[in-house]
């Protein structure tokens, strides 16, 4: 097994973009995976040691007066992960991501056709090095959790492997390496456990009873035994488009236009050709706050503007702008060659369905719904029974 790990992703992709920030005290914060309130560190700078990963923003800030904090745009990092994964999957395609700038290779068998280990890490690290990453990192052992390992204790751009046997190089090092959560690391620090020898000390029923399910697994980690399996990531097709305003706009219907604008560029692209698509993801790049992402999945697969603005114009209604949007990404995925509705050789039936696409865009533009006038029973002495008003929609 391989991992490609580069060391604080986040922080390497801010860098990148703003590079006024390298020597600042920059520290990552954003919203917690399990629903907590409150930002909690996402990533920061090497050299902030005393920060530590998962706390929340307050206790860093308590730590060290002089941090900056960063919105962390978490999305740049899964998008710029899973573009490197495309690149290794091209080489082997056992790849898995595992979280932000950490993915695990599959490299069993690869040698019969590109040679020993060290032959297949040089081709992984040449495809890295065309990016303009500060620091990656790759390792190689028997499983996940060794080739992390090796990958940790590797130097500034280099590799390194770990045999089967690797007790000596696990009992020194700190439970920070063990991918639990920051509480529970906090935990274990308050009964004097500070390194993966403290963890192999105490029995693995003593330390799964006190710690949990996740402390059991904590334990076999420090053994250097890990049970669990590559997944493979399926490589999903996708369009993407941008458009960036000239000045930030908080206007809805402004938002909805340059939306359809590019939907109509993203379903003229070749890659769109004779396709459809069944979800779309829009991020908002909102001017001094966090982006916002916005997912709209079709009910059936969309090959057209007039299909999916409707439904993404709905969702856009539904939630709110937490401010001034400066550009909006559009990416249709879930490509199929799936149609939302079947075409017929019958001209009535055609301009039918020409009139119901003509209908749906004037709804969407003008916000209001259209009624036709269906006469019900013309004899009737009473006039609101005579004629009836039937939404276009239905």
Same mark, same amino acid.
């Given at each position: ?9 986040m ?6 973009e703003?590079p006024v920030l390298?020597?600042r005290p920059?520290?990552l914060?954003g919203?917690s ?9 996402l990533d920061?700078?090497p ?6 990963i ?5 206790a860093?800030q ?11 745009k978490?999305?740049?990092?899964e998008e710029?992960?899973d ?10 395609p ?6 932000p ?9 690869a040698e019969?056709l590109?040679?020993?280990?060290g032959?297949i890490i040089?081709?992984?690290g040449?495809v890295?090095?065309q990016?303009? $990453? =500060?620091?990656v990192r790759?390792g @190689?052992?028997?499983?996940?959790? !060794?080739?992390? #390992?090796?990958a940790? %204790? ?16 696990l ?17 274990m620090r308050g ?6 020898s403290?963890v192999?000390?105490?029995p693995r029923?003593s ?6 399910s996740?402390?059991?697994r904590?334990w076999m980690?420090?053994k250097?035994?890990?049970?669990s ?5 399926i490589r999903?097709e996708?369009?993407?488009?941008? $458009? =960036?305003f000239?000045?930030?706009? @908080?206007?809805l219907?402004?938002v !909805?236009?340059? #939306?359809?604008g590019? %939907?109509e560029t ?10 459809s698509?069944r979800a779309a993801e829009?991020?908002?790049t909102i001017q001094?706050r966090?982006?916002?992402?916005i997912?709209v ?6 090959q057209s503007?007039v ?14 702008i937490n401010?001034p949007v400066?550009?909006?990404?559009l990416?249709?995925t879930?490509l ?8 017929s050789?019958?001209a009535?039936?055609r301009q039918?369905a020409?009139?119901r696409?003509?209908?749906?865009q ?5 916000a209001?719904?259209i009624?036709? %006038?269906?006469?019900?029973?013309s004899?009737s ?11 276009a929609?239905?």
């Open positions: 097994m391989a991992c490609v790990w580069l060391p604080h992703f922080w390497q992709l801010e860098v990148i703003k390298v020597d920059v520290v914060v919203e995976s399990t629903g907590e309130s409150g930002s909690i560190v920061r700078a050299q902030l040691k005393e920060i530590e998962g706390m929340r923003a307050s860093a308590s730590r060290r007066r002089d941090i900056l904090l960063v919105q962390a978490a999305f740049v990092a710029q992960t573009a490197l994964a495309d690149r290794l999957q091209d080489i082997i056992e790849v898995e991501i595992a979280g700038g950490l993915i695990y290779v599959g490299i069993w068998g019969l590109y040679g020993s280990d032959e040089r081709l992984l040449n890295i090095k990016q303009q $990453f =500060a620091d790759l @190689v052992g028997p499983n996940k959790w !060794l080739s992390f #390992i090796a940790t %204790l590797s130097e500034h751009h280099s590799a390194r492997k770990l045999p089967a046997d690797s007790a000596a190089a009992r020194q090092l700190s439970i920070d390496v063990l991918p639990v959560s920051f509480d529970l690391k906090t935990r009964f004097g456990i500070k390194s993966l403290d192999t000390h105490i029923g330390f799964e009873a006190q710690f949990g996740n402390g059991g904590a980690l420090a250097g035994v890990d049970e399996l590559l997944v493979p990531r999903v996708q369009v993407t488009t941008e $458009f =960036a000239d000045a930030p706009s @908080v206007v219907p402004t !909805l236009t340059a #939306i359809e590019l %939907l993203a379903f003229s692209s070749p890659e769109m050709r004779r396709r698509t829009i991020i908002l001094k966090a982006p916002q992402r997912r999945a079709f009910k059936t697969p969309a503007t299909q999916a603005i409707r439904p993404i114009a709905t969702k856009l209604e539904s939630v709110s401010g400066e550009t909006v990404r990416t249709l879930n199929t060659l799936e149609r939302g509705r079947q075409s050789y019958m009535d039936t039918q020409l009139l696409e003509a209908l749906t004037i709804r969407t533009h003008t209001q719904e009624y036709f %006038l269906r006469a019900t029973d004899c002495p009473i006039p609101e029974e005579r004629d009836t008003l039937i939404p929609s239905v």
